[in-house]
C-alpha cells in the first residue's frame, strides 16, 4: 500500500529541484536506476516524461517574453530531431551495460564542472 511513497518523494523533489534549475531529471534518473531498481530504459522513458511538460512550460515562458531566437531555432531543430530519433535508436539498440558507463563519465564531469568551473 505504501510502495509508492518513496518514488512520489523522489519524484517530488526532483520537480523542485527542476523547478529551481538544478536539472533534477538526471537526479530522478540516478534516483530511479541506483535506489529504487529501475531498469535504465525504463528509467530514461520516464525522464523523457518528466522533461516534457518543464519544457513545454518553459518554452511558453520563453516565447511570451521574447526571449527566442527563431532565425537558430529555425536551424537548430531540425538536427536536434534527427540527433534525437538517432539517440533513441541507440537507447534501443545498444546493450544497457554499454551505456551506463559513458553516462556515468558524463554525469562526473557535469558534476566536476559545476564544482570546478572554468575561469574565462
Known amino acids: 500500500m505504501t510502495d509508492w511513497i518513496v518514488p512520489f518523494l523522489c519524484g517530488l523533489g526532483a520537480s523542485v529541484l527542476s523547478a529551481w534549475g538544478v536539472g533534477g531529471g538526471t537526479l530522478l534518473l540516478l534516483v530511479m536506476t541506483l535506489f529504487l531498481g529501475v531498469d535504465q530504459r525504463t528509467a530514461q522513458g520516464i525522464n523523457l516524461l518528466f522533461f516534457l511538460p518543464a519544457a513545454a512550460s518553459a ?11 527563431r532565425p537558430t531555432l529555425r536551424r537548430a531543430i531540425p538536427p536536434a530531431v534527427v540527433c534525437a530519433l538517432a539517440g533513441a535508436w ?23 564542472s559545476l564544482v570546478w568551473p572554468r575561469r574565462q
Do not use: I, K, M, Q
Open 90 to 112: 541507440a537507447a534501443t539498440a545498444v546493450d544497457v551495460e554499454l551505456l551506463r558507463r559513458p553516462f556515468g563519465v558524463y554525469l562526473l564531469l557535469s558534476g566536476v
Open 59 to 69: 518554452l511558453v515562458c520563453h516565447a511570451r517574453n521574447s526571449y527566442l531566437d
